[in-house]
């Protein structure tokens, strides 16, 4: 597999290597797979052969898989090609969304349908895990050549995510039985491990070649503040996966299946980097004591399952102190281990377990003070610290495996009640699922993460038809507002036409003022409207009232009428524009010979005093009263727009999420959900997808002046919450 050096500097969006890319690892994937689906059939044969009973299933699949190959391989092949399109149109497909598509009403998934799931997800997460160091390397790569896209484990469109949501498709809807259907993909995880690592370690040697005389771009950075003329931006510190982990190998145990972890293994689930350890003692600084006998694994577990049966999973006292949960933590961890008998005065924790344990408490943290929570979410969410903490002891893979399930759910669990009021139904439904799913965890989880697998899995088809739902109101809000900005600009041309024909006519005779401030006005903006701004049917308009101009010019010139009479030609399309204003067809033919008698009187009386002749009754044009489009925006604000700040909005991208605060310091998130090509006006829409502030960038530059916006957290709650947990370790250690 070779990729060819381009000739010219490579930019950052690359079409051409793109294809390249495609053409080097999709179809080579597809041929993968039908090798595996070669040596499928004889590896049935022989689990047919070990069991006792239920034999006729295998050989009913093995005939089924024959008779539909080619369905089998159009669906592994559709799925990938999906995927890549997505990532070329800009918008990167989520595994974990189009896992979470469901049927359209709210049934549970069935228990088959979940543990098929399940296994694809642990045939992800084994090529995830053997292949970590290439894979980080390709996402940012790959990120790179695509136009400068963060492309992760979720959404890389040939990385082990989306392969096994191919291997899914492939098999979705063949008749198997379930314990068929699981041996099927434990079959493809076998098979596809070394195949597939020999595609990304060649393509991620080729993009290194191809990028050797070009640096990549400095990694993902997390900015601070919206940027302000005149004010120092901070040092923004880089992506913390590309800052720890993009060229540091980790741990390549092969991933567990969905079984107890034997706790007792640590160094075989150690995956956090000697840097990021670093930073934490650092933090934590050392006191200068006598060293302690450390709490064994399973002291520790113990203790953290004895917080976990307690009120509220222990949160209220960890967070009791005001010296942030990493502390309260460690604090109650000892406390609680000194309730199972253990001298406190001679016990401490293992460093190793130290940093797990701060990483945890501080992660939760950043997450509690970064969403927009009531208190009473903020003490739910709380509940997972505990249970979170004792995954990340069991196994400490959580910090870098996106797909990790607990993480997952985390995620989700995080972003239900990110500023959600439960003003709906839908929000208070969705509010109930996230307290049930947090009060099965606290009971259920013990030393086996087979309940996140279940709850991710459950509760992320709910979520995803939740989110549905909100995209069909975010597009509805769009629609609207792009019908009301085309409105606006129709009204904005015929206001324009008709102030630019009437500019200098003092002497203009009443019934032509009336035609054309009324009837016309009407006329032309309905044209711009049908035309969206432009066309043949606007150009007629506008001539329409060239013409009526011109001939009354002529007629207060003295000058003869053209051979036909005044306005002759014109006199049916008169006669709509008078229909269309509301006219009777009597009425109109009548309006229309008024105008017609009016420019005759001025051409035998030019010197005289306007004659006038009955006008037609006509309605004035509706200037209708549009909702504030800058809500949170003072109406006597003085400050002038900062233009840096007003740049930044210029470029800022859709899906970009914005804090928008009221004059009473209500906290309200809102998503950037389009941008008008008309005005160039950005319009966010809050939690429900309802519009809450279309602002162009000058106005909101004024809202950052007065403190009523502000950036809210990016990304995925785990990985905005560890972003900021190494920029506060790198930038101002302390005791933590």
């Known amino acids: 597999m070779t990729i060819h050096s381009l000739s010219e500097e490579l930019p950052s969006r690359n079409p051409q290597l793109l294809e390249q890319v495609r053409e080097a690892v999709l179809v080579p994937l597809a041929a993968a797979f039908m090798e595996v689906q070669d040596v499928l059939a004889e590896a ?8 006792s009973a239920g034999q006729s299933d295998y050989f009913e699949a093995i005939e089924q898989l024959r008779r539909q190959r080619e369905r089998v391989t159009a669906g592994f092949r559709g799925h990938l090609a999906k995927a890549w399109q997505a990532l070329e149109s800009g918008r990167p497909l989520s595994v974990e969304r189009t896992l979470a598509k469901g049927p359209q009403d709210l049934t549970l998934v069935p228990e088959h349908e979940l543990d098929v799931r399940l296994a694809v997800r642990n045939l992800a997460g084994s090529l995830q895990h053997r292949w970590r160091p290439e894979l980080m390397r390709l996402n940012r790569y790959l990120g790179f050549i695509a136009g400068g896209l963060r492309i992760d484990a979720d959404n890389n469109p040939f990385g082990p995510e989306h392969l096994g949501t191919a291997v899914y498709a492939a098999f979705h809807g063949l008749t198997l039985a379930p314990r068929v259907h699981l041996a099927i993909i434990k079959v ?11 595609l990304y370690a060649g393509l991620e040697k080729s993009l290194a070649e191809v990028t050797r005389l070009r640096d990549l771009p400095t990694a993902r950075a997390r900015r601070q503040v919206i940027p302000q003329a005149g004010v120092p ?18 741990g390549r145990t092969s991933l567990a299946a969905a079984t107890a972890i034997d706790v007792h293994a640590r160094e075989e689930h150690d995956v956090l980097p000697p840097a990021l350890r670093q930073l934490l003692q650092r933090a934590r600084g050392s006191h200068g004591a006598a060293p302690l006998r450390a709490l064994s694994p399973r002291e520790l577990m113990s203790a953290l399952s004895l917080m976990q049966t307690g009120p509220g999973a222990g949160f209220e006292a960890i967070d009791a102190g005001g010296r942030g949960l990493a502390h309260g933590l460690r604090r109650e961890i000892l406390a609680t281990a000194a309730m199972l ?11 190793a377990d130290e940093d797990t344990l701060d990483l945890v408490g501080m992660l939760f943290d950043a997450i509690l003070r970064e969403s927009l929570l009531q208190p009473w979410q903020r003490a739910l969410l709380g509940q997972l610290l505990v249970p979170f903490a004792k995954v990340a002891l069991l196994d400490s893979r959580v910090f870098v495996r996106d797909s990790h399930p607990a993480r997952r759910l985390l995620n989700l669990l995080a972003d239900a009640c990110d500023g959600n009021s439960g003003e709906t139904a839908p929000e208070q439904a969705l509010l109930a699922q996230v307290q049930a799913a947090v009060d099965e965890i606290v009971r259920d989880f013990d030393e086996h993460l087979a309940v996140f697998l279940s709850l991710e899995a459950e509760f992320g088809t709910s979520y995803e ?41 003092e002497e203009m005779p009443p019934a032509l003022e009336h035609f054309l401030s009324r009837a016309w006005h009407q006329y032309v903006q309905q044209a711009a409207l049908r035309g969206d701004g432009a066309g043949p049917a606007l150009d007629a308009a506008l001539t329409l009232g060239d013409v009526v101009l011109a001939q009354w010019r002529q007629a207060r010139a003295a000058q003869p009428a053209p051979e036909a009479g005044w306005l002759s030609a014109e006199r049916e399309t008169l006669l709509q524009v008078f229909a269309q204003a509301g006219l009777a067809p009597p009425e109109a033919a009548a309006a229309c010979d008024g105008l017609r008698r009016s420019l005759e009187l001025v051409r035998l009386a030019p010197s005289q005093a306007p004659v006038t002749v009955p006008l037609p009754v006509l309605a004035e044009p509706v200037e209708t009263e549009s909702e504030a489009l800058t809500p949170m925006l003072d109406d006597q604000a003085g400050a002038e727009f900062d233009r840096v700040t007003a740049e930044f909005f210029r470029v800022l991208p859709v899906g970009t999420c914005l804090d928008f605060i009221d004059r009473q310091g209500v906290i309200q998130p809102g998503k950037l959900s389009w941008i008008s090509p008309i005005s160039g006006r950005l319009m966010f829409v809050n939690r429900r997808g309802g519009r809450l502030c279309v602002a162009s960038p000058e106005e909101l530059a004024m809202m950052v002046w007065l403190d009523r916006l502000r950036l809210h957290r990016e990304g995925d709650a785990f990985y905005s919450a560890m972003q900021g947990v190494v920029d506060g370790l790198e930038q101002a250690p302390g005791e933590v």
């Open 44 to 51: 049935l044969f022989r689990q047919a052969e070990r069991v």
């Open 341 to 351: 008998g253990i001298d406190p005065a001679q016990t401490g924790l293992d460093p």
């Open 188 to 198: 493809c995880e076998q098979q596809l491990g070394d195949r597939v690592g020999q």
């Open 465 to 505: 038809q939740y989110r549905r739902r909100l995209e069909i109101a975010e597009r509805r809000a769009t629609e609207l507002q792009r019908a009301e900005e085309r409105r606006e600009r129709a009204r904005g041309l015929a206001r324009a036409a008709v102030s630019e024909r009437l500019a200098g006519h």
């Open 233 to 250: 931006e901070a040092a923004s510190a880089p992506d913390w996966i590309a800052r720890f982990f993009a060229d540091w190998s980790g």
